[in-house]
């Protein structure tokens, strides 16, 4: 499987690192999540300048795609140029917002009138967009997940491993990055926002 | 406060990004959190290169540092000119070491015959450097502090603001960061693996 996780200038560095990085456990597995930016060096909100491992455009081909959050997030929710050449597909592909990304996923118009998580700065724009927030991490409908709260990325990562491998390699990657001393709690915390939004036959399968 | 997070060729993004970016959550109050690194760029574990903020030599200067993970901590603790070159010292500065981190500590003579914390694959390397490794995701001795499981990284950011900022800063920190919905949760399961190790005067100032 291989993963996009949007990144754009102004970057939050927690929300596309940390589902990246656990979305990366599964590399013997032959997963590889890429950092994809329009441009070939992105800078975040921390001033940390990466270069991009993917364009723009792989976000179309990916088997799920992970839109990252950042400061400057607004700015590319107006970037008509950008949404076009998106071209993400829920019939296709998963897709995943985190925090803001959420805005942009609103303007993409793949939400829909569906109930969506964003982070709490966001939340008034996404409202704005027409969207209702819920008060909650993590909510999935079919293809398209959303999460709130930098640190709700590990939720995002988990769901995408947990549809497209299953529910013990998204327990098994949760549990090596968990802390240690804590992995039991932090997987079954993890695991109950990301189960309830999963089909019934991976939540069974799993057993 | 400028705080280094020592990041090394192979490093992991968890430890390096988790810590620096909730640390960065204080930058209105004159905070940054560094990417240092020897090379002007570094590559991760997953193939993110990144250029650095600060060379080597600033760990040295900064107010506390971070010295993260990743694959090639075995060949880094080896490298004698590395490890002159870094000068930390716990008599001047907070030091936090993050999973493997914990192994460079031990080399650098910082550990004495203190319990430590690091992650279950680096555990049997830091043992053999002769330092008792607990099953627990976060220990403090003074200004020296350890960290095991990826996401514990979160604890070292917290305990770094406790000391030098306050406990109220580092709860504000964490809250920011945590899953919607579940913020007073993530707070004080955090605040509880950190608050054994602050001083009586930090914990008592906060209620």
Redesign the interface.
């Known amino acids: 499987m291989q993963i996009a996780v949007l990144t754009l200038d102004g970057f939050?560095?927690?929300d596309s690192?940390?589902a990246?990085?656990i979305l990366?456990r599964l590399?013997g597995q032959g997963w590889?999540?890429h950092?994809t930016s329009p441009a070939p060096r992105v800078t975040s909100m921390?001033?940390?300048?990466?270069?991009r491992?993917k364009p723009l455009e792989f976000a179309a081909e990916a088997d799920a795609v992970i839109i990252g959050s950042g400061i400057r997030t607004r700015d590319h929710a107006a970037d008509t140029d950008l949404l076009a050449r998106l071209g993400i597909d829920p019939s296709r592909q998963l897709i995943g917002a985190q925090c803001s990304g959420t805005l942009l996923l609103a303007k993409l118009g793949l939400i829909g009138n569906l109930p969506a998580?964003?982070?709490?700065t966001t939340k008034p724009w996404v409202i704005e967009a027409g969207v209702e927030v819920?008060?909650?991490?993590?909510v999935a409908h079919g293809n398209v997940a959303t999460?709130?709260?930098?640190?709700?990325s590990?939720?995002l990562a988990a769901w995408i491993i947990a549809r497209l491998a299953g529910l013990r390699e998204a327990e098994e990657a949760l549990h090596?990055?968990?802390?240690?001393?804590?992995?039991e709690r932090?997987v079954t915390?993890a695991m109950a926002?990301v189960r309830p939004f999963l089909p019934v036959e991976a939540v069974a399968g799993s057993a």
Chains 1, 2 share one sequence.
Do not use: H, S, W
């Open positions: 939050n560095e927690l690192f940390v990246a990085a990366n590399r590889a999540a950092i921390n001033g940390v300048t990466v270069d491992q998580c964003t982070d709490l819920l008060d909650a991490p993590f999460a709130g709260g930098c640190l709700a590990q939720y090596y990055v968990a802390p240690v001393g804590e992995k932090y915390q926002a």
